[in-house]
Antibody, heavy 129, light 107 residues
Framework: EEQLVESGGGLVQPGGSLRLSCAASGFTFSTYWMSWVRQAPGKGLEWVANIKQDGSEKNYVDSVKGRFTLSRDNARNSLYLQMNSLRAEDTAVYYC??????????????????????WGKGTTVTVSS | DIQLTQSPSFLSASVGDRVTITCRASQGISSYLAWYQQKPGKAPNLLIYGASTLQSGVPSRFSGSGSGTEFTLTISSLQPEDFATYYCQQLNSYPRTFGGGTKVEIK
């Protein structure tokens, strides 16, 4: 069974740091882009960041740029999110997720489309004094 | 950033009803759109990708359509297990934004 299990959440003071981990199993982790998506209490989903298979490319939402760092260890089938300078607005459930891509032809042009097909159960981060 | 506007944000319907949810993008995103279902306390679940392709294992009563800036998710005959919140997501460009969600409740 393809599975993602997050850990590392907890209560942290504003300005503090936390490192989230995501352990993947049941699939070849090193062949997929991976993402983090968060959800503040009672709010909608927010895409946070993703990382390429070899870690050479990373993308972040503006609100976390310079504060959060995404990394991965393919030998350990693990994804990490280092969160620094945490703010109250970072309080959320953080989901680890697997990105999928597929190619398709449109006329003479070939494109890649994407989606998220596997989600972890989430880990809760609370930033409060 | 591309903004996604879902409507309605709340929908009250009965079992057996046909339900349509709309997602409008602030700029064209071709077919780079996915739909997810989320139940309380659970992770989202993929329903549709590429705007209209049904994910394996998802019941055929779910369907998606649209391209460019306007997209719809349709549930042809609402079942008790479909009461949930539905989100669209654009994957055309970064950041890969989500719509605000549509909560489907029992009438």
């Amino acid at each position: 069974e393809e599975q993602l299990v997050e850990s590392g959440g907890g209560l942290v003071q504003p300005g503090g740091s936390l490192r989230l981990s995501c352990a993947a199993s049941g699939f070849t982790f090193s062949t997929y882009w991976m993402s983090w998506v968060r959800q503040a209490p009672g709010k909608g989903l927010e895409w946070v960041a993703n990382i390429k298979q070899d870690g050479s490319e990373k993308n972040y939402v503006d609100s976390v740029k310079g504060r959060f760092t995404l990394s991965r260890d393919n030998a350990r089938n693990s994804l990490y999110l280092q969160m620094n300078s945490l703010r109250a607005e970072d309080t959320a459930v953080y989901y680890c997720a697997r990105d999928r891509s597929y190619g398709f032809w449109s006329g003479y042009n070939y494109y890649n489309n994407y989606y998220i097909d596997v989600w972890g159960k989430g880990t809760t981060v609370t930033v409060s004094s | 950033d591309i903004q996604l506007t879902q409507s309605p944000s709340f929908l009250s319907a009965s079992v057996g009803d046909r339900v349509t949810i709309t997602c409008r993008a602030s700029q064209g995103i071709s077919s780079y759109l996915a739909w997810y279902q989320q139940k309380p306390g659970k992770a989202p679940n993929l329903l549709i990708y590429g705007a209209s392709t049904l994910q394996s294992g998802v019941p055929s009563r779910f369907s998606g359509s649209g391209s460019g800036t306007e997209f719809t998710l349709t549930i042809s005959s609402l079942q008790p297990e479909d009461f949930a919140t539905y989100y669209c997501q654009q994957l055309n460009s970064y950041p890969r934004t989500f719509g605000g969600g549509t909560k489907v409740e029992i009438k």
